[in-house]
C-alpha cells in the first residue's frame, strides 16, 4: 500500500504563490501517473494536473492552465505542483493520487489528509 503525505498549503494573497508537494513511502511511484485534485466546501472534488510516469506529458484543468505547474522528482518519490497567480477561486483541500490518464480519474480509491490552501482577496 502506498501512503501520500501533502504539505504546502497555507494562506495566501491573491497573486501570491504556493508550493505543495505529495511525498509518497510504501511503493515507488515511478510506474504511475500521478495528479493533483482539489475540492472547495460544497464543491465536487475536481482535477486539476496529471504528469505522465516518466515526466515527459503534462495536462492541465483550463482553469489553472498557464498558472500551475506539476512536476516529479522520481528519486525523491516525490510530486509537486508550483501554483502561481493564486485566486479566490484557488482555495480549496489539494490531494494527489495515481491517475487513470484517460479520464483523469483517480486511480486509488483512497485518498490522504490533503493540504489546505486558502487564498485572500
Known amino acids: 500500500q502506498v501512503q501520500l503525505v501533502e504539505s504546502g498549503g497555507g494562506l495566501v494573497q491573491a497573486g501570491g504563490s504556493l508550493r505543495l508537494s505529495c511525498a509518497a513511502s510504501?511503493?515507488?511511484?515511478?510506474?504511475?501517473?500521478m495528479g493533483w485534485f482539489r475540492q472547495a466546501p460544497g464543491k465536487e472534488r475536481e482535477f486539476v494536473a496529471a504528469?505522465?510516469?516518466?515526466?515527459?506529458?503534462?495536462n492541465y484543468a483550463d482553469s489553472v492552465k498557464g498558472r500551475f505547474a506539476i512536476s516529479r522528482d522520481n528519486a525523491k518519490n516525490t510530486v509537486y505542483l508550483q501554483m502561481t497567480n493564486l485566486k479566490p477561486e484557488d482555495a480549496g483541500v489539494y490531494c494527489c493520487?495515481?491517475?487513470?490518464?484517460?479520464?483523469?480519474?483517480?486511480?486509488?480509491?483512497?485518498w490522504g489528509q490533503g493540504t489546505q490552501v486558502t487564498v485572500s482577496s
Open positions: 493520487n495515481t491517475v487513470v490518464w484517460d479520464t483523469v480519474r483517480p486511480g486509488l480509491n483512497y
Open positions: 504528469i505522465s510516469w516518466g515526466g515527459g506529458v503534462t
Open positions: 510504501g511503493r515507488t511511484l515511478s510506474d504511475y501517473h
